[in-house]
């Protein structure tokens, strides 16, 4: 079955680093999506893509995020100068179209430790 | 603000037992719902999706909406120890075209053996 791969699984970072979380989305999907879960919270949702731009964001997503397909496969989710808040899992998602009635699918996640 | 309500749990029910988790939306105008099963440390891992009223089954799960009580229910028959996890209910809405799905904050579920 076709799945979304994350790297890194887990990633330390000090606060203030820039780091850089990796998707391949399935490869035949067009909308591509980041979630986030901090520890005991709700998956909250960050940012939509389609058509190699930015679809719909949330508050959460400021200055601080950006994303990326710098090529064919993979998504990519920055985070400059990383706060000890942005500590959670992070999640890519993607979906065939934008109101596909099955969900969409997420990867395993890469856990952000910010210290 | 779009919210979904969910209550924390835990829900213990005994091996074999029929587990009944729910989820209030407060947009009357969501389309689509969403049941996620997330185990400790893992992703989300979709397990029904509903946009009707009425009941909608898969084998051992059955998916309840009532749009117009903004009610949305999962169902486990002959629920297993494997079933242990938090339910995370979904929502997404058509008004404002926005794909994005909105979690509750998931009802854990313990199935004792």
């Known amino acids: 079955e076709p799945e979304v791969t994350q790297t890194p699984s887990h990633q330390v970072t000090q606060m203030g680093q820039e780091v850089i979380l990796r998707c391949v989305p399935i490869?035949?999907?067009?909308?591509f999506y980041w979630y986030r879960q901090i520890l005991g919270q709700k998956v909250e949702f960050l940012v939509s893509f389609y058509n190699n731009e930015i679809s719909e964001k949330s508050e959460i997503f400021d200055d601080q995020f950006s994303v990326e397909r710098p090529d064919g496969s993979n998504f990519t989710l920055k985070i400059r100068s990383t706060k000890l808040e942005d500590s959670a899992m992070y999640f890519c998602?993607?979906?065939?179209?934008?109101?596909?009635?099955?969900?969409?699918?997420f990867g395993s996640g890469t856990r952000l430790t910010v210290v | 603000q779009k919210e979904v309500e969910q209550n924390s749990g835990p829900l213990s029910v005994p091996e074999g037992a029929i587990a009944s988790l729910n989820c209030t939306y407060s947009?009357?105008?969501?389309?689509?719902f969403f049941w996620y099963r997330q185990y400790s440390g893992k992703s989300p891992e979709l397990i029904m999706s509903i946009y009707s009223n009425g009941d909608k089954e898969d084998g051992r799960f059955t998916a309840q909406l009532n749009k117009a009580s903004q009610y949305v229910s999962l169902l486990i028959r002959d629920s297993q120890p494997s079933d242990s996890a938090t339910y995370l209910c979904a929502v997404r809405g058509l008004v404002d075209s926005s794909y994005k799905l909105i979690f509750g904050s998931g009802t854990r579920l313990l199935v004792r053996p």
């Open positions: 490869s035949n999907h067009l909308y």
């Open positions: 998602a993607s979906s065939l179209t934008g109101q596909d009635r099955y969900g969409y699918t």
């Open positions: 947009d009357r105008g969501s389309q689509s």
